[in-house]
């Protein structure tokens, strides 16, 4: 992406935060959770609350999305970096969010190729399996599982 | 022990706590998230998921 990230703060080993600032200042934080299935860590992302609580569900039109997801994708980096075995798995808090993320990775696949292997999940939450990523296939993805490529 | 010469070895044994290195590994400690839902949702859909 060639948006540049915003700084993070990395809080706990795996929990980073940082400020979109946009029309007005938003905390975000980005959350990595092992999910007791080998090597899976469940990635999770939203906006930090003043009270302390979390929305992953705001559209915050803060005019800065390229900047939030480069930051994000950069944190993505920067913990399988730390963790190069682990395999993280995301998905939208809502099935339109879900289809942005996959928007997303299309647009800026040839990018994340260089450094991930993206993997998604077709079917249902009760019946689903494992496929390639394809940029050029019109495909509804349940969720995607991100590793870090060996060099 | 001469009081100078106590002093000097409680300076060598300082610094040599200052200077030690701790190694700490690294682990993902399990701990509360702040996307509970997304993480049971998470878990469902890759428990009923082939391939993984």
């Known amino acids: 992406m060639s948006a540049t990230p915003y700084n993070y703060k990395h809080q706990y080993a795996?929990?980073?935060?940082?400020?979109?600032?946009?029309?007005k200042?938003?905390?975000?934080?980005?959350?990595?959770?092992?999910?007791?299935?080998?090597?899976?860590?469940?990635?999770?992302?939203?906006?930090?609350?003043?009270d302390g609580s979390i929305d992953d569900t705001a559209t915050s039109n803060n005019g800065d999305i390229t900047k939030v997801l480069a930051t994000v994708i950069q944190i993505l980096k920067d913990f399988l970096a730390?963790?190069?075995?682990?395999?993280?798995?995301?998905?939208?808090?809502?099935?339109?969010?879900?289809?942005?993320?996959?928007?997303?990775l299309k647009t800026y696949y040839p990018i994340f190729n260089r450094d991930f292997i993206i993997t998604a999940l077709i079917g249902s939450e009760t019946k689903n399996r494992r496929v390639s990523f394809d940029p050029?296939?019109?495909?509804?993805?349940?969720?995607?599982?991100?590793?870090r490529r060996e060099n | 022990m001469p009081l100078e010469k106590k002093r000097a070895t409680k300076k060598?044994?300082?610094?040599?706590?200052?200077?030690t290195v701790v190694v700490v590994r690294k682990r993902i400690v399990a701990k509360d998230t702040l996307f509970p839902e997304k993480v049971a949702k998470a878990k469902k859909i890759l428990a009923h998921s082939e391939g993984l």
């Open chain 1, 14 to 23: 795996e929990r980073y935060i940082f400020t979109s600032i946009g029309k």
């Open chain 1, 136 to 147: 050029l296939a019109d495909i509804e993805y349940l969720g995607f599982l991100i590793k």
């Open chain 1, 25 to 50: 200042r938003i905390e975000k934080v980005v959350d990595f959770v092992p999910l007791g299935i080998s090597n899976l860590i469940s990635m999770g992302f939203g906006d930090l609350l003043p």
């Open chain 2, 12 to 19: 060598i044994l300082e610094k040599r706590t200052a200077s």
């Open chain 1, 82 to 104: 730390d963790y190069p075995r682990i395999e993280v798995f995301f998905m939208g808090s809502t099935y339109e969010r879900t289809k942005l993320y996959t928007r997303i």
